[in-house]
C-alpha cells in the first residue's frame, strides 16, 4: 500500500474521481423519476402509478444488498478492487436497463443495477475519509457525496432538454457513459487504503468476521440501530420526493417543464445543504448540525404541504432539497468519522443498507399514497413528519466513548500521524 504521505498528496484526485462516479450513481437513480410522467404515458406498458413505483424500488432493494455485502467485503479485499468492480458493475447495467423489453425484466435489470449503486457509497466514502487531513474529511466528503445531487440536477435537465429527442430508453442509456468517462481515470487514480488489503488464510476468517462482531456488541449495538434509522428516513426522503416531486407538482397544476424545474431545484438545495452543513460538521459536530437539517426538511416540506405562490415554493423546494438530500450528505459524514478505520467501511456498508431500505419504501409509499387519491398536502405533511423521526435519531446517536486514532492517513500539517 503507497504511504500516508503519498496518498494525501493525491487526495484532490481521488475526490474528483469519487465524485464523478458518484454523478453517474445520482444521475442513474434519479433519472427513472424525472421519466416517470412518460414512463406512465407509454401506452405499450399501461402502468399505474403504483407498478412504477414498485419499479423504481427494484433498484433500491438491490442497492440494500449491495451496500451491505460492498461495505463489508471492502474492509477485507481492500477499497480499490470494491471500489472498480461497483463502478463498471451499475454502468454496464444500465445498457440492460434501456433495452428491457417488458415491465418486468425491467425491475429486474434495476435490481441488478442497484447492487453497484448500492455499494459504491461506502466505498467511495470510506476512501474520501481516509485520504483527507482530519480537519477537512466532512468538507472533502461532502464535496465528493454532491454528486448525488448534481446527478439528479443532470437526469432533470435531461429529461427537460432531450427526452422528446432520445425518449426515456435514451435517457436511461446515457448512465452507462461511466464506463468511458470515469472507470479508465478511476483505474490510474484511485488508491488501496485498506490496512491488510490482501488477506492470509491465517487471518482471513477473522477479517471476515470481527467488523460485524464489533459492531453488533452491546455497547456499540444502539449507535448501528440509531444510525441505520436516520439513514432510513434519510434515503426514503432522497427517492420518495425525487421519484415523485414531478409527478406531485404536475397533478398539483404545473406543466411538466415546471415540475422538472422543481426537481433541479431540490437537488441544487441538496447541493448547498451538503456542502454547507458537512462545514458546519467539521467545526461544531456530526450530531447537532444533522438534526438541524432534519428539522429544516420537516419544516420546508411541511411549507411544501400549503402549496404558497410559485415564486415561494420554489423557494421552499430549494430549503427541503438541504434538509433532506443534503442531510443525508451530512448523516454519511457523522457515520464515517463515528467509527475508526478498521470497521469504517462495515459500519457505513451496515448503516447504508439500513437506509437503503428506507429507499425502497419512499417510492412505494408515495406510489401507495397517490393512488389512493391523498390530497396534494396531506403527501407532503406525511414526508415532513417522518423528516422529524430522522432528527430525533440523530440525537439519541450515543458519545464515542473510545477516542479513535486511526480516524485518516493524512497526518494533521506539521505532525505525525498516530497508528
Do not use: K
Not at 450513481?25 to 412518460?38: F, Q, R
Not at 397544476?253 to 467539521?282: C, H, M, P
Request: aromatic letters at 10%; glycine letters at 12%; one cysteine or more.
Amino acid at each position: 500500500m503507497p504511504s500516508p504521505t503519498s496518498i494525501t498528496a493525491r487526495r484532490y484526485p481521488v475526490v474528483a474521481v469519487c465524485f464523478a462516479a458518484i454523478i453517474f450513481d445520482g444521475y442513474d437513480l434519479i433519472v427513472y423519476g424525472s421519466t416517470i410522467p412518460a414512463l406512465l404515458a407509454y401506452e405499450p406498458w399501461s402502468l399505474s402509478r403504483t407498478q412504477a413505483g414498485a419499479i423504481g424500488s427494484c433498484a433500491l432493494l438491490g442497492m440494500f444488498l449491495g451496500a451491505i455485502t460492498a461495505g463489508t467485503l471492502t474492509d477485507r479485499f481492500g477499497r480499490r478492487r470494491l471500489f472498480l468492480t461497483c463502478l463498471a458493475w451499475y454502468s454496464a447495467a444500465m445498457l440492460a436497463v434501456a433495452a428491457a423489453p417488458t415491465p418486468e425484466l425491467l425491475g429486474l435489470f434495476r435490481f441488478i443495477a442497484g447492487l453497484g449503486f448500492g455499494g459504491i457509497a461506502p466505498v467511495a466514502i470510506a476512501l474520501v475519509v481516509e485520504v483527507a487531513r482530519d480537519s477537512e474529511r466532512n468538507r472533502l466528503n461532502a464535496l465528493m457525496l454532491s454528486g448525488l445531487p448534481v446527478g439528479g440536477v443532470l437526469a432533470a435537465l435531461a429529461a427537460l432538454n432531450l427526452q422528446d429527442v432520445i425518449g426515456f430508453r435514451g435517457l436511461w442509456a446515457m448512465g452507462a457513459l461511466a464506463l468511458v468517462l470515469v472507470l479508465p481515470f478511476a483505474w490510474r487514480v484511485i488508491p488501496e487504503t485498506t490496512p491488510h488489503a490482501t488477506p492470509t488464510p491465517a487471518h482471513t476468517e477473522q477479517t471476515r468476521t470481527a467488523p460485524l462482531r464489533e459492531l453488533f456488541a452491546a455497547p456499540a449495538l444502539s449507535g448501528v440501530l440509531l444510525f441505520g434509522l436516520a439513514n432510513f428516513v434519510g434515503f426514503l426522503l432522497v427517492f420518495g420526493l425525487n421519484t415523485w416531486l414531478p409527478e406531485l407538482m404536475h397533478e398539483a397544476g404545473y406543466s411538466l417543464g415546471s415540475a422538472l424545474t422543481f426537481q433541479v431545484l431540490l437537488n441544487t438545495g441538496a447541493i448547498i445543504g451538503g456542502i454547507s452543513g458537512s462545514t458546519l460538521a467539521d467545526r461544531y459536530g456530526s450530531r447537532p448540525v444533522a438534526a438541524s437539517a432534519f428539522l429544516l426538511a420537516t419544516i420546508a416540506i411541511g411549507g411544501m404541504a400549503i402549496a404558497p405562490p410559485p415564486l415561494l415554493m420554489y423557494f421552499v423546494v430549494l430549503l427541503a432539497g438541504a434538509g433532506s438530500i443534503g442531510t443525508q450528505i451530512v448523516l454519511f459524514g457523522f457515520v464515517a468519522t463515528h467509527y475508526p478505520a478498521r470497521i469504517r467501511a462495515t459500519a457505513l456498508g451496515v448503516t447504508t443498507g439500513f437506509g437503503r431500505l428506507g429507499a425502497v419504501t419512499g417510492p412505494l409509499l408515495g406510489g401507495i399514497l397517490l393512488s389512493a387519491h391523498v390530497p396534494f398536502g396531506w403527501v407532503f405533511t406525511i414526508f415532513g413528519a417522518i423528516a422529524l423521526i430522522g432528527g430525533l435519531a440523530c440525537l439519541f446517536v450515543p458519545h464515542r466513548t473510545v477516542r479513535h486514532t486511526e480516524t485518516s492517513l493524512a497526518p494533521h500539517p506539521g505532525t505525525e500521524r498516530v497508528s
